[in-house]
Protein backbone atom coordinates (compact mmCIF):
# COMPACT_ATOMS: atom_id res chain seq x y z
CA UNK A 1 0.00 0.00 0.00
CA UNK A 2 1.56 3.13 -1.06
CA UNK A 3 0.61 6.63 -0.74
CA UNK A 4 -1.06 7.29 -4.15
CA UNK A 5 -3.50 4.29 -3.57
CA UNK A 6 -4.97 6.17 -0.52
CA UNK A 7 -5.29 9.53 -2.16
CA UNK A 8 -8.95 8.14 -3.34
CA UNK A 9 -9.85 8.85 0.53
CA UNK A 10 -9.92 12.48 -0.24
CA UNK A 11 -12.97 12.38 -2.35
CA UNK A 12 -14.88 11.07 0.48
CA UNK A 13 -16.00 13.96 2.87
CA UNK A 14 -18.45 12.44 4.83
CA UNK A 15 -16.93 9.25 5.89
CA UNK A 16 -17.65 8.12 8.95
CA UNK A 17 -16.32 4.30 9.65
CA UNK A 18 -13.33 2.94 7.75
CA UNK A 19 -12.44 -0.38 7.64
CA UNK A 20 -9.36 -1.64 6.10
CA UNK A 21 -8.66 -5.99 5.64
CA UNK A 22 -6.09 -7.41 3.99
CA UNK A 23 -7.33 -10.27 1.30
CA UNK A 24 -4.99 -12.99 1.89
CA UNK A 25 -4.46 -15.86 -0.22
CA UNK A 26 -6.22 -19.25 -0.59
CA UNK A 27 -6.47 -21.54 1.98
CA UNK A 28 -3.64 -23.96 0.34
CA UNK A 29 -1.62 -20.86 0.98
CA UNK A 30 -2.32 -20.06 4.53
CA UNK A 31 1.38 -20.71 6.02
CA UNK A 32 2.45 -17.73 4.14
CA UNK A 33 -0.77 -15.59 5.35
CA UNK A 34 1.80 -13.57 8.02
CA UNK A 35 4.68 -12.65 6.14
CA UNK A 36 2.57 -10.89 3.47
CA UNK A 37 2.46 -7.69 5.74
CA UNK A 38 5.35 -7.58 7.30
CA UNK A 39 7.74 -5.29 5.15
CA UNK A 40 7.55 -1.91 5.38
CA UNK A 41 4.23 -2.64 7.65
CA UNK A 42 5.20 0.52 10.22
CA UNK A 43 5.77 2.70 7.21
CA UNK A 44 2.20 1.51 5.60
CA UNK A 45 0.59 1.90 8.48
CA UNK A 46 1.92 5.52 8.79
CA UNK A 47 1.13 6.88 5.51
CA UNK A 48 -2.02 5.31 6.06
CA UNK A 49 -2.92 7.07 9.59
CA UNK A 50 -2.28 10.40 7.57
CA UNK A 51 -4.89 9.85 4.89
CA UNK A 52 -7.20 8.88 7.26
CA UNK A 53 -6.70 12.20 9.17
CA UNK A 54 -7.80 14.16 6.31
CA UNK A 55 -11.60 12.50 7.04
CA UNK A 56 -13.14 15.29 9.40
CA UNK A 57 -15.67 13.17 9.72
CA UNK A 58 -14.22 9.59 10.58
CA UNK A 59 -15.28 7.99 13.97
CA UNK A 60 -14.42 4.64 13.52
CA UNK A 61 -11.21 3.15 12.58
CA UNK A 62 -10.57 -1.06 12.48
CA UNK A 63 -7.32 -2.29 12.17
CA UNK A 64 -7.98 -5.81 13.86
CA UNK A 65 -6.52 -8.68 12.78
CA UNK A 66 -4.15 -6.80 10.72
CA UNK A 67 -1.11 -8.16 11.35
CA UNK A 68 0.46 -4.71 13.49
CA UNK A 69 3.62 -5.68 14.66
CA UNK A 70 5.21 -3.78 17.96
CA UNK A 71 7.19 -0.48 15.34
CA UNK A 72 4.05 0.58 14.53
CA UNK A 73 3.91 3.08 17.37
CA UNK A 74 4.62 6.17 15.32
CA UNK A 75 1.50 5.48 12.74
CA UNK A 76 -0.77 5.52 15.85
CA UNK A 77 0.52 8.18 17.33
CA UNK A 78 -0.13 9.96 14.03
CA UNK A 79 -3.38 8.93 13.82
CA UNK A 80 -4.17 11.47 16.92
CA UNK A 81 -2.13 14.09 15.85
CA UNK A 82 -4.52 17.35 15.02
CA UNK A 83 -7.87 15.71 14.84
CA UNK A 84 -10.80 15.07 17.16
CA UNK A 85 -13.18 12.84 14.88
CA UNK A 86 -12.27 9.28 16.31
CA UNK A 87 -14.21 7.96 18.82
CA UNK A 88 -13.82 4.29 17.97
CA UNK A 89 -10.21 2.35 17.61
CA UNK A 90 -10.05 -1.23 16.74
CA UNK A 91 -6.73 -2.67 17.41
CA UNK A 92 -7.72 -6.52 18.61
CA UNK A 93 -5.35 -9.57 17.56
CA UNK A 94 -2.04 -7.83 16.26
CA UNK A 95 1.28 -8.03 18.02
CA UNK A 96 1.15 -4.72 19.78
CA UNK A 97 3.54 -4.49 22.74
CA UNK A 98 4.83 -1.94 25.34
CA UNK A 99 7.10 0.12 22.99
CA UNK A 100 3.63 0.66 20.27
CA UNK A 101 1.59 1.41 23.28
CA UNK A 102 4.42 3.98 24.23
CA UNK A 103 3.53 6.26 21.46
CA UNK A 104 -0.21 5.71 21.53
CA UNK A 105 -0.48 6.90 24.74
CA UNK A 106 1.01 10.07 24.26
CA UNK A 107 -1.15 10.12 21.03
CA UNK A 108 -4.40 9.48 23.27
CA UNK A 109 -2.92 11.70 26.09
CA UNK A 110 -3.10 14.96 23.35
CA UNK A 111 -6.04 14.09 21.58
CA UNK A 112 -8.53 16.92 21.16
CA UNK A 113 -11.70 14.26 20.84
CA UNK A 114 -13.39 11.81 22.95
CA UNK A 115 -12.00 8.00 22.35
CA UNK A 116 -15.18 6.41 23.50
CA UNK A 117 -13.75 2.83 22.54
CA UNK A 118 -10.10 1.11 22.46
CA UNK A 119 -10.11 -2.47 20.99
CA UNK A 120 -6.64 -4.02 22.62
CA UNK A 121 -8.14 -7.39 22.65
CA UNK A 122 -5.61 -10.30 21.62
CA UNK A 123 -2.43 -8.26 22.22
CA UNK A 124 0.46 -9.30 24.56
CA UNK A 125 -0.17 -6.35 26.41
CA UNK A 126 1.98 -5.47 29.97
CA UNK A 127 2.11 -1.95 29.84
CA UNK A 128 -0.13 0.78 31.02
CA UNK A 129 -1.71 2.93 28.35
CA UNK A 130 -3.99 6.58 28.85
CA UNK A 131 -6.90 5.78 29.35
CA UNK A 132 -8.49 8.21 32.10
CA UNK A 133 -11.23 9.08 28.73
CA UNK A 134 -12.03 6.15 27.96
CA UNK A 135 -16.10 4.71 27.71
CA UNK A 136 -15.59 1.38 26.74
CA UNK A 137 -12.03 -0.74 27.16
CA UNK A 138 -11.55 -4.24 25.55
CA UNK A 139 -8.83 -6.41 26.32
CA UNK A 140 -10.27 -9.50 25.84
CA UNK A 141 -7.59 -12.81 24.96
CA UNK A 142 -4.88 -10.92 25.97
CA UNK A 143 -1.45 -12.00 27.00
CA UNK A 144 -1.47 -9.36 30.18
CA UNK A 145 1.25 -10.10 33.04
CA UNK A 146 -0.36 -10.43 36.70
CA UNK A 147 2.01 -7.22 37.66
CA UNK A 148 -0.21 -4.93 34.67
CA UNK A 149 -3.70 -7.13 36.12
CA UNK A 150 -2.90 -5.65 39.60
CA UNK A 151 -1.23 -2.45 38.85
CA UNK A 152 -2.63 -1.32 36.01
CA UNK A 153 -6.28 -2.91 35.63
CA UNK A 154 -7.03 -3.38 39.56
CA UNK A 155 -5.52 0.15 40.65
CA UNK A 156 -5.91 2.39 37.75
CA UNK A 157 -8.18 1.70 34.73
CA UNK A 158 -11.46 0.48 37.21
CA UNK A 159 -10.65 4.11 39.07
CA UNK A 160 -11.40 5.88 35.94
CA UNK A 161 -14.54 8.03 36.23
CA UNK A 162 -15.29 7.60 32.58
CA UNK A 163 -15.12 3.46 32.10
CA UNK A 164 -18.05 1.99 31.97
CA UNK A 165 -17.10 -1.04 30.29
CA UNK A 166 -14.23 -3.40 30.97
CA UNK A 167 -13.82 -6.40 28.78
CA UNK A 168 -11.14 -8.61 30.13
CA UNK A 169 -12.69 -12.34 28.99
CA UNK A 170 -10.78 -15.41 28.53
CA UNK A 171 -7.64 -13.34 30.74
CA UNK A 172 -6.20 -15.41 33.30
CA UNK A 173 -6.84 -13.54 36.38
CA UNK A 174 -4.61 -14.98 39.71
CA UNK A 175 -6.31 -15.12 43.00
CA UNK A 176 -4.28 -11.84 44.58
CA UNK A 177 -4.94 -9.97 41.73
CA UNK A 178 -9.03 -11.29 41.81
CA UNK A 179 -9.26 -10.13 45.45
CA UNK A 180 -7.26 -6.30 44.28
CA UNK A 181 -9.90 -5.71 41.56
CA UNK A 182 -12.89 -6.47 44.16
CA UNK A 183 -11.47 -4.19 46.70
CA UNK A 184 -11.23 -1.64 43.79
CA UNK A 185 -15.20 -2.29 42.71
CA UNK A 186 -16.36 -1.89 46.31
CA UNK A 187 -16.12 1.81 45.84
CA UNK A 188 -16.80 1.63 42.06
CA UNK A 189 -20.01 3.04 41.61
CA UNK A 190 -19.40 4.42 37.52
CA UNK A 191 -18.87 1.00 35.82
CA UNK A 192 -21.39 -0.43 34.26
CA UNK A 193 -20.13 -3.81 32.74
CA UNK A 194 -16.96 -5.81 33.26
CA UNK A 195 -16.37 -9.18 31.33
CA UNK A 196 -14.37 -12.07 33.36
CA UNK A 197 -15.77 -14.86 31.75
CA UNK A 198 -13.61 -17.70 31.14
CA UNK A 199 -10.79 -16.12 33.41
CA UNK A 200 -10.28 -18.75 35.69
CA UNK A 201 -12.12 -17.51 38.86
CA UNK A 202 -14.51 -20.14 39.69
CA UNK A 203 -12.55 -20.38 43.19
CA UNK A 204 -12.74 -16.99 43.74
CA UNK A 205 -16.56 -17.08 43.62
CA UNK A 206 -17.02 -20.22 45.51
CA UNK A 207 -14.99 -18.54 48.01
CA UNK A 208 -16.77 -15.42 48.06
CA UNK A 209 -20.53 -16.89 47.88
CA UNK A 210 -19.31 -18.95 51.38
Known amino acids: MSSCELTFLRFFENLVNFTIEFRGPDMQQIEDFPSTLQPNGCQKLYTLAKALKSLVCIETIDFGYDHLDDDCGLGLLELFRQTNSIKSLELEHNLIGAHALHFLAIGISQFGGQLEYLGLGGNPWHKSC???????????????????????????????????????????????????????????????????RDCQLDPIWNWISK
Open 130 to 196: DTQHITNLSLSTSQITETAIRCCIANEFLNHPRLRSLDMRAVPISEQAAIEILQTLQSNTTILKFDV
